[in-house]
């Protein structure tokens, strides 16, 4: 999902963006109740901030018993939940407010830019701080706190804001989002992110994300579900280094909403608990995935990949999955098509002739060629008398690997061919998706019948179960993307990540869907799913440390829900 390579940018380049007094942008009126007023917010983590407005855009701010400073600020009101955005000026820190002006309830979200290493500097961070507000007419202690929730959880939502910038939104998890962008070149991408939600009331929440392994923009919004209207802020860096800083208004409309999977009385309030506990106690944690740091580039050539290959073989169905444990979920082996010789001829040229020996050793060639090639295989009937196989072009020189679905019934044929060598790496799997026929003696393929590219998948959200420690979700985000959450014990939403694909129609009882982690670990991955069984048969490729390998698995599904979103796309293409 790295198409867009982002610089990493000095302290000095984002404080000369910054400016002297930084401000954000803004198109919708502001709050102005401020001007005159002081308060106080006071944190359970023992910080204290002093605040008095002077206008609607200029405070003095005061953290615990250091000088004052003199800031621009701008707030916004969304019902009774007020933002409230300051910059500390000559500083990469700043701080946003959220307060709940009925209850005096606050949450304050310390940002500043510059992480660890080798976590880019432009990246920003994020400390959260839990406590209430005084004032001139309220002092009083509150014992009130926004705490974090799983009530968003699994739902979609588009927006539009006041600067015409469109987005659907998707909450799959109880520590990160996904999002596409839908005004955008990389408009049709999900993307994933670490994120945070809070309750202020039944109605109104708090959303922050940061776009981590991206821009490392740092984006908080206060949503309210009554009307489906939020306010915003946006901070960070674009993909040309220009700084995107303002605070927003939009509109929006609900797209669906999931079934969770936690106990009833599970209400999010602390997520992960123990796995948090167990982290390093650090100022800004939180649990980010990075495969930057867990699959960085090789500098490899497919050369080197190559005299790998050659060396350490490839290994066809004899290794554990990328799953842990074992896979009790995996469909048996079909003997449909033992003993069967058969032409699989697709539309752009490509044609194999096929020998099938056993359940797991089949031989292949090219039409007119003399040698048959041996190989291993394996195979599943997903849906009656369609069945998918896969196996490698051993010796071939990208390590290329098919997954062929023959509809015997129907007499088509589609086929999913990858091979080592993307535009991120020679290591990394690339793929197409090519259609065509089964030509058999006495069967007569038909003329103009095909399987094919289909949306019919986009929006739905099924969650698969592959043994007892593990368990996803998918969401079919765009017609070219999608995202996966990997659950957690308790069954709440937990880490993600998302990788571009393609959809394939193979039968009312068949979809087929293939991805490609680019950028990531490079492997490329297919299921074929059968929504009448619901269960689904699969094949991992790719190349690991120094070979190659093939595996197999399959699991059960469940229908989380489905998400009213491809006329947004199909409105984009019009």
């Not at 999913?416 to 998706?433: I, K, M």
């Not at 490329?524 to 390998?549: C, R, S, V, W």
Request: one cysteine or more; a negative charge.
């Amino acid at each position: 999902m790295f198409f867009t390579k982002y610089a990493d940018l000095s302290a000095e380049y984002i404080l000369s963006a910054l400016g002297a007094l930084p401000c954000p942008s803004s198109v919708s009126p502001l709050f102005a109740g401020l001007a005159g007023d002081g308060l106080t917010a006071h944190f359970d983590s023992g910080v204290t901030l002093t605040l008095a407005a002077s206008d609607e855009t200029t405070l003095t701010i005061q953290e615990n018993d250091g000088a004052p400073i003199t800031a621009a600020y701008k707030a916004m009101k969304l019902r009774e939940a007020l933002l409230l955005h300051v910059m500390i000026p000559g500083a990469l820190r700043g701080w946003n407010l959220v307060i709940d002006t009925k209850t005096r309830a606050a949450t304050a979200f310390e940002i500043w830019f510059g992480g660890d290493a080798p976590i880019p500097f432009r990246e920003m961070q994020r400390e959260i701080h839990r406590g209430y507000i005084t004032c001139a007419k309220s002092a009083e202690p509150v014992a009130l706190r926004q705490l974090p929730t799983n009530r968003l959880e699994n739902k979609g939502i588009y927006w539009k804001d006041d600067c015409g910038c469109e987005e659907l939104d998707f909450y799959p998890s109880v520590c990160c989002a996904s999002f596409v962008e839908l005004n955008r070149p990389r408009g049709g991408l999900t993307i994933v992110n670490p994120a945070d939600y809070l309750k202020i009331s039944d109605n109104l929440y708090i959303f922050s994300r940061t776009e981590c392994e991206f821009s490392g923009t740092f984006v908080l919004e206060v949503l309210d579900l009554y009307k489906v209207e939020k306010i915003g802020l946006r901070i960070g860096f674009d993909e040309k280094d220009v700084l995107d800083y303002r605070m927003y208004k939009a509109c929006g409309k609900i797209t669906g909403q999931g079934a969770t999977l936690e106990k009833l009385n599970d209400y999010g309030e602390a997520p992960f608990a123990e796995r948090m506990a167990a982290m390093p106690k650090k100022k800004g944690m939180r649990m980010v995935y990075r495969p930057s740091q867990l699959h960085p580039p090789r500098g490899l050539t497919i050369e080197d990949v190559r005299e790998m290959v050659s060396k350490n073989g490839a290994h066809t169905f004899d290794l554990a999955g990328g799953f842990e444990g074992e896979h009790p979920n995996l469909m048996e082996l079909t003997e449909l098509m033992v003993g069967k010789e058969f032409t699989v001829r697709f539309d752009e040229g490509t044609a194999w002739e096929y020998r099938v020996r056993s359940k797991t050793e089949l031989a292949w060639r090219v039409p007119g060629e003399e040698t048959w090639h041996e190989e291993m295989y394996h195979g599943f009937e997903i849906a009656d008398e369609l069945v998918a196989f896969s196996h490698f072009h051993t010796g071939d020189p990208y390590m290329r690997c098919v997954c062929i679905c023959i509809d015997f019934k129907n007499r088509l044929s589609t086929c999913v061919d990858a091979w080592l060598g993307n535009s991120f790496a020679p290591y990394q799997a690339a793929h197409r998706a090519i259609f065509g026929v089964l030509e058999m003696d006495g069967v007569e393929p038909p003329r103009r019948q095909r399987q094919g590219f289909t949306t019919d998948l986009v929006g739905k959200m099924i969650a698969w179960n592959y043994n007892s420690s593990v368990s996803s979700m998918h969401v079919y985000s765009s017609p070219h993307s999608y995202s996966w959450t990997i659950y957690s014990e308790s069954g709440a939403g937990g880490p993600m990540w998302s990788s571009p694909c393609l959809y394939v129609k193979l039968r009312e009882d068949a979809y087929l869907m293939s991805w490609t982690e680019d950028g990531n670990n490079g492997s490329q991955g297919i299921l074929i799913y059968n929504p009448n069984l619901m269960h689904d048969a699969g094949f991992f490729y790719q190349f690991e440390t120094d070979y190659i390998k093939l595996h197999s698995f399959g699991a059960y599904a469940r229908k989380i829900g489905e998400l009213d979103i491809l006329p947004y796309f199909e409105n984009k293409n019009r």
